[in-house]
Structures are given as C-alpha cells and as structure tokens.
C-alpha cells in the first residue's frame, strides 16, 4: 500500500501493520481442535466410476487423477491418446474406458459460455473429427462446470456433424469460450442437478 501510495483508513493500516489479518498458520493455538476429513478424492472417484465398468463388463483404465494444464491442450493430447488406442489398440486394447481426473484451466479470451469441462471436450472433438467410432464424457465431480448449471457435457461420433447441422461453427465456438453453447444446443450437457 505504501510503494503506491494508497491512503487506507486508519483502522485498515492498523490490521495490516499489526499482522491480525494473516491467514491461520500451523500451531496457531485456534487450530487446537480443528480436524480435517478427507470424504472423497478424484483418485476415490475415478476408482468408483471403473468399478461400475468393470461390473458392466467394460475394460477400464485410469489413466491419472492428476491432469492439469489448459483444456484446449490436454483435448489435443486426449485426442491423440484415444486415436491411439481406437486405430492401434495401444497402449491398451479397444474397446475401453479410459479415466482420469484433475483440475484443467481456461485462459478465456472469448465472451461465451463454457467451463474447463466442455472446454477440453470441445477441443478434444474437434481434434478427433474423422474418427467415428470414439464417444466421450467429461464432467465435473461437484456437479459444476464453470459458472453454468452443467456438470460437463457428452461427445458422440457424429457431435461435430450435428452442430454443423445447426448452422453452428465448432472452431469458431472454442476460440470463443462458447463450449457451453455449443454442447447445450445439442443437448448433450450432463445436468446432474435440478432442472
């Protein structure tokens, strides 16, 4: 505040000055009783979701619980994964289910409507564009992408063609943030809470 010459009320300067407004630190005494419970984790949650496959029959792989990076690109890399997989049967054998979880990232540079979800799922069609036979999910554990009431959205082979169809522009749409839009004109959004 001093190095830009803010002028703070006197009793904002005081808090700041006296060290009152720092964050809880460990050993501070009004940690005393607190406890933490870990209830669910991503690796907990895709461990869940495999079982359900796997008693359905399904081959499932976890790939990570620990992805991270911007969703447009780590779409890219899914797609070339996925291609991989379909064309190759490497590094497993089609079909399958492949998992993973983490915390992507958008860098929004457009005005429409999306989340880190339909983000990666928008970038991981268009990568795909070609390859009829691979279907995806993406979604939200807490039920949320984002600032929409959408926990992610559903990639069928013919996504891409559909949304064409609609006079709607994929590209165009991912560049603009508008994975949203785009996913919910399809009807395609997984909407796991109150309509």
């Not at 461990?47 to 779409?75: F, P, T, W, Y």
């Not at 990568?127 to 939200?140: F, K, M, P, S, V």
Request: proline share 5%.
């Amino acid at each position: 505040m001093r190095r830009y010459g803010v002028d703070l009320p006197q009793a904002a300067r005081e808090l700041l000055e006296s060290g009152r407004g720092e964050s809880v630190k460990p050993g501070d005494p009004r940690l005393a009783r607190a406890r933490a419970l870990t209830v669910a984790t991503p690796q907990m949650a895709l461990e869940a979701a495999a079982a359900v496959a796997r008693d359905a029959g399904i081959a499932v792989h976890i790939l990570s619980d620990a992805i991270e990076g911007e969703a447009k690109d780590v779409g890219k890399v899914f797609a070339g994964i996925a291609h991989q997989v379909a064309e190759r049967n490497q590094p497993v054998a089609a079909p399958c289910v492949l998992l993973s979880g983490g915390e992507t990232t958008v860098t929004v540079r457009g005005s429409g409507r999306g989340g880190r979800n339909v983000e990666y799922l928008l970038s991981l069609a268009i990568a795909l564009e070609g390859h009829g036979r691979i279907h995806a999910l993406a979604g939200d554990t807490d039920g949320v992408d984002g600032q929409e009431e959408i926990a992610g959205a559903y990639l069928s082979p013919d996504s891409l063609e559909r949304a064409r169809g609609l006079g709607l522009k994929p590209k165009d749409m991912l560049d603009n943030n508008d994975a949203h839009r785009f996913f919910s004109a399809l009807h395609d959004s997984v909407i796991t809470g109150p309509p």
